[in-house]
């Protein structure tokens, strides 16, 4: 009657052979939904930011400028955004630059810094 102890050792490993062999695949499912959701992220910035240029005739100086007007009232029609600016899915802030006329606009994935490989690589459209 009952479980001996080397059968629920026996059970005991058998479940963290399947841990161990599951866990990666969960990871990385999880790092790319992640990358999946900055895209998403990305592309509603993008858009914002076209709309933006649309009704003031350039680019915004930053990201604040799709939320707060930064042009003195000219054309400005925002804002731009329903919830405001994101931060990434690893919560660092998008990397903006623009000069009026053009811009780039990226996440430096999930270490937060520019360049890297997998996980760690930008984000960009």
Sequence with gaps: QGFT???ILVVMAIIAML?????PNIFNQQAGAMRD???SEISTLEGALDT???DV????DSLEGLEEDDTNGARWNGPYLR???PNDPWDNPYAY????REFTLLSYGADGDRGGEGDDADISL
């Design 57 to 60: 005739g350039e680019y915004p």
């Design 37 to 39: 959701v900055a895209l």
């Design 5 to 7: 102890l080397i059968e």
């Design 52 to 54: 933006y240029r649309l």
């Design 19 to 23: 841990a161990i062999m599951v866990a």
């Design 97 to 100: 630059e623009s000069n009026g």
């Design 83 to 85: 919830r405001g600016v």
